[in-house]
Every structure is written in structure tokens, then in C-alpha cells.
């Protein structure tokens, strides 16, 4: 079984690229910077609590969810996400990812992102003591 789950991985992650059949439209930024998602109702309910509460009503055959506090490009980092478990994670989004996570309620991302901040604040940490080290040897 373990051998089919990349390859099923790799399909749910062309189906969030090619965006066909979706049925949500995702409208992400403010203006005049408003970005549209394309998604799947099952593929987003499937994964979050907070999207089956969320779209309830459709509009033209269509769900229509708006977020203008969230950058276009973290939404469509998250949905990524849910569709495949890839996540696109740096130190420069992190925070802004990790605030998506919670609202959206991915508890296990939301995990990631706090270790993988904790981790990282301890690599910093490390880096800026041998750099004041360094500096404080050479006067």
C-alpha cells in the first residue's frame, strides 16, 4: 500500500495545479492585489473543520470564500497543503503561515511550524553568539 502513496500524492497535487472541476474560488489579498484560488469542496472539508463550517452556500454552482487578511501567497501555500502535505516553510513565512494554520484549524501544521520556528530560534541563537564572539575577540 505505503508504495501507491506518492503517486496518489503527486495526483491530488496536479488536481490543486490544473484547478479542474474545482468548485471553490478562494479570493485572497486586498485590493487591488485580490488573487483567486482555485479548489475542491471535498479535498478542503476533508482536511479542516474550519472549511466544512465555512462553505455553506454556493454562488453560480460555486463556492466563494474571501480572505483579504491573508498574502495570496500563504493561502495558496495552505491549500497546497491539504491537498498533497507539502508545505512551503521559511523562516520569512513562517509566522504568517503559522497564523493561517491556527485560523484554519490544522492543528498537526500548526505543530510543524512552532518546532520548526523553536528549532531555528536555536540555530540563531548558536549563529549570533559566534558572531558576537567573533567580534568581541577581534577588539
Same mark, same amino acid.
Given at each position: ?6 503517486? /496518489?500524492? $503527486?495526483?491530488?497535487?496536479? #488536481?490543486?495545479?490544473? =484547478?479542474? *472541476? ?52 500563504? /493561502?495558496? $501555500?495552505?491549500?497546497?497543503? #491539504?491537498?498533497?502535505? =507539502?508545505? *512551503? ?51
Amino acid at each position: 500500500m505505503a508504495k501507491f502513496w506518492p503517486e /496518489l500524492m $503527486n495526483d491530488l497535487e496536479q #488536481l490543486f495545479e490544473t =484547478k479542474e *472541476n474545482y468548485d471553490v474560488i478562494m479570493q485572497a489579498g486586498e485590493e487591488p492585489n485580490v488573487q483567486e484560488i482555485y479548489a475542491h469542496y471535498l479535498i478542503l472539508c476533508c482536511q479542516s473543520k474550519y472549511f466544512r463550517s465555512k462553505l455553506r452556500e454556493k454562488k453560480d454552482g460555486k463556492f466563494i470564500f474571501k480572505k483579504s487578511d491573508f498574502p495570496p501567497e500563504i /493561502l495558496e $501555500n495552505i491549500i497546497r497543503f #491539504l491537498y498533497c502535505g =507539502k508545505i *512551503n516553510l521559511s523562516l520569512e513565512n513562517a509566522s504568517a503561515l503559522l497564523k493561517t494554520a491556527n485560523e484554519f484549524e490544522l492543528h498537526s501544521l500548526a505543530n510543524h511550524i512552532q518546532e520548526f520556528l523553536i528549532d531555528n530560534q536555536k540555530k540563531l541563537s548558536k549563529i549570533i553568539k559566534r558572531i558576537a564572539g567573533t567580534l568581541f575577540t577581534e577588539e
